[in-house]
């Protein structure tokens, strides 16, 4: 039998990082609240990233859930640079300029 700080430890794993449901709660009620901190999330990483959101547009937001849906939060800040560098991986923001300076520099 798991302790009360177990199962709720086990929950926000659920809610947050696309861990297992503990076993009570209602799945449908969890994908809601899933959701919405996953969305509350976007608006934190959103506010370190106003250009990039304006760039964006309306496909920030699905953007942002489908590479943060299962990955765990550390800060606002680093997920911010983290999905930059995962924008420009995916060739949805361009690199800067110096960016392909140092990749020649770093080839030879």
Known sequence: ???LGERQE?????LVAGGE???GFDKDDAAVVSAALLRK???EVAHHLPV???????RYLQLFTAWADGRPKTTSHADA???VAHLQDIGELPRPPWY???RKVLRK
């Open 10 to 14: 086990a929950l926000i794993r659920a």
């Open 81 to 83: 640079q983290a999905f």
């Open 100 to 102: 392909q300076r140092f």
């Open 1 to 3: 039998m798991s302790t």
């Open 21 to 23: 449901l503990p076993e």
């Open 41 to 43: 999330r976007a608006g």
């Open 52 to 58: 990039v959101r304006h760039t964006l547009g309306d």
